[in-house]
């Protein structure tokens, strides 16, 4: 996530880092930093350019949230 941020990668990148940590969250069962997670994915959600790179995204962190 650091790596992500100083380098300042661009959108779809920094949010699948949110996405990775999201998912590390929910094997830990740490429910408040889940949601805090997919929530800062979303917003990066919002600022990528490409629709295919955001629709698959998108699926990914809704299946964070059905498991």
């Not at 920094?14 to 917003?43: N, P, T, V, W």
């Amino acid at each position: 996530m650091e790596v992500s941020l100083e380098n300042k990668l661009e959108p779809f990148y920094i949010g699948y880092a949110y996405e990775a940590l999201a998912r590390a969250d929910a094997l830990l069962s740490q429910k408040d930093q889940l949601r805090k997670h997919i929530q800062l994915a979303m917003e990066y959600i919002q600022k990528v350019q490409n629709q295919t790179e955001k629709e698959m995204l998108m699926k990914d962190l809704h299946g964070i949230e059905a498991d």
